[in-house]
């Protein structure tokens, strides 16, 4: 068994994510994201490059109480490949997204335009907003989201119920 090699990141963690290359033939993926502040859109990048053949996507967005304090620093993993705005992925087969406890923060909404983007064939797309999000704000972001889609994409949006909050 040959050792796993990566970037250093603190002490003895490596950023292990760009040695996976292919996950199994999937056609259901979950993604529970706890951000905390951090960008995640190139890991998710990555995780859907691997899993180009999904059909169903469900993105849990999970917020931390404390997570308003966090702001990440400038040279952090976490927006390694620096790329993943940029460069192409068709994710042909993906008909619906369901995306839970979105806020509207600058990393939720870089990747929704990019998944709008990436899935050529996609149907449907149910948004429910995190239950911070009032009925205001909520419009603008179903505004906003509305002109990422294309006229054949049936959107549903609802508020509060769908997320998930930890200390």
């Not at 923060?105 to 990436?118: D, G, N, S, Y």
């Not at 064939?121 to 972001?141: A, K, P, Y």
């Amino acid at each position: 068994m040959r050792p796993l090699r990566g970037k250093e990141v603190h002490g003895n963690e490596r950023f292990l994510m760009e040695e996976m290359t292919k996950l199994p033939n999937i056609t259901i993926l979950g993604l529970v994201v706890l951000a905390c502040g951090h960008s995640f859109g190139a890991s998710s990048f990555h995780v859907l490059k691997m899993s180009s053949g999904i059909r169903e996507l469900t993105l849990q967005l999970v917020t931390r109480r404390d997570s308003k304090a966090f702001v990440c620093q400038p040279g952090c993993i976490c927006a390694e490949p620096s790329n993943w705005e940029t460069e192409d992925l068709v994710l042909p087969c993906l008909k619906e997204v369901a995306i839970n406890g979105l806020r509207g923060t600058e990393h939720e909404l870089a990747l929704v335009e990019r998944l709008f983007k990436w899935a050529t064939m996609l149907e449907r797309v149910t948004v429910i907003f995190h239950d911070s999000i009032s009925e205001s704000n909520g419009e603008e972001f179903r505004q906003l989201l509305l002109s990422f889609s294309r006229p054949a994409i049936c959107m549903k949006f609802s508020h509060g119920g769908g997320s998930l909050s930890f200390d």
